[in-house]
């Protein structure tokens, strides 16, 4: 068995969490959007509701890869 297949194999056993980290990552990001409508442009958290922003987007881009390489892999 190569290190790639012994790799994707650890990864694919915790499938079920990486599913709930994505659905809990979904909703801080809905959270996230429900903020920066209400929020006023001139607010001094309006550069963090940004940063959340692009902190949570890589993470569920991240986490979205690891997802589709775990299918790929068990396919």
């Known amino acids: 068995m190569s290190y790639r297949d012994r790799f994707w194999n650890v990864v694919c056993t915790y499938r079920s969490v990486l599913v709930m980290v994505l659905a809990v990552l979904f909703v801080l990001a809905l959270l996230n959007l429900f903020a920066f409508v209400q929020l006023d442009r001139s607010a001094?958290?309006?550069?963090?509701?940004?940063?959340?922003?692009?902190?949570?987007?890589?993470?569920?881009?991240?986490?979205?890869?690891?997802?589709?390489?775990?299918?790929?892999?068990?396919?």
Request: net charge positive; charged share 10%; proline share 3%.
């Open 44 to 75: 001094e958290t309006f550069p963090i509701v940004l940063l959340n922003f692009a902190i949570l987007g890589s993470l569920l881009a991240l986490t979205g890869i690891t997802l589709w390489g775990c299918k790929r892999h068990l396919a």
